[in-house]
């Protein structure tokens, strides 16, 4: 079984730019999860979808960050304009029932 | 707010040895799991353990083992024979009501030869 691609691996830009983040999940999972993880801290949820609708965005801040799971399969994480606190790695997630399987993440620097 | 706290931000333990990682946590839930995660520098996250909430019995894997309190929202995790593989971030993290996972800010292992 494929794991969860995240793309790219890394990834710098200057604030007040924009970046976007891309997830491929696994084949079947219906459940797909972004998180920021600032370093030293654990993950923290972004945004969950199910299928192609939004669970629990509760903790995204909307007026810089958008995501979109369009025809419920590869998502994608956009901030546009970055600020140096956005400096962190973000995970995607996958899950059915109550197996997760977690990509590598993309480490994003703001400079 | 729901949480999950991990009071050791460091350990170290001597290869061959035991060590004992400590995680509490926060739930107004009867019925919900529990996780430890391994995070090495390659940054994903790789499942260690799980223990459902209705069960008394503590899980085990191989060399990992917890000791589940409810009561108590306690969630210790064990780790036997320590290997120099075992040296890693762990995170301790407890399933949502929405099936999403609440993560404590981790506990940094390392493994002396």
């Known amino acids: 079984e494929a794991g969860v691609a995240q793309s790219p691996r890394y990834k710098i830009i200057e604030k007040r730019q924009s970046v976007a983040f891309w997830c491929n999940p696994i084949?079947?999972?219906?459940?797909l999860y972004w998180y920021q993880q600032i370093l030293g801290q654990g993950p923290k949820l972004l945004i969950q979808?199910?299928?192609?609708?939004?669970?629990?965005d509760s903790q995204l801040p909307k007026d810089r960050f958008s995501a979109e799971r369009l025809k419920g399969v590869d998502s994608t994480l956009k901030i546009q304009p970055a600020k140096l606190e956005d400096s962190a790695v973000y995970l995607c997630?996958?899950?059915?029932?109550?197996?997760?399987?977690f990509g590598s993440g993309t480490r994003l620097t703001v400079v | 707010a729901q949480t999950v706290t991990q009071s050791q931000p460091e350990m170290s333990v001597q290869e061959a040895e035991t060590v004992t990682l400590s995680c509490t946590y926060d739930?107004?839930?009867?019925?919900?799991?529990l996780f430890w995660y391994k995070q090495p520098p390659s940054r994903q996250m790789i499942l260690v353990i799980r223990?459902?909430?209705?069960?008394?019995q503590n899980a085990t894997e191989n060399r990992f083992s917890v000791n589940f309190q409810k009561a108590a929202k306690s969630f210790s995790l064990k780790i036997s024979d320590s290997q120099l593989g075992d040296a890693a971030m762990y995170f301790c993290?407890?399933?949502?009501?929405?099936?999403?996972?609440?993560f404590g800010k981790g506990t940094k292992l390392s493994v002396k030869p």
């Open positions: 993290a407890r399933g949502g009501s929405q099936g999403n996972l609440i």
């Open positions: 223990q459902e909430a209705y069960k008394q």
């Open positions: 979808f199910q299928n192609n609708g939004v669970v629990d």
């Open positions: 084949s079947g999972h219906a459940t």
């Open positions: 997630a996958s899950s059915r029932g109550d197996g997760y399987t």
């Open positions: 739930t107004s839930e009867s019925d919900y799991y």
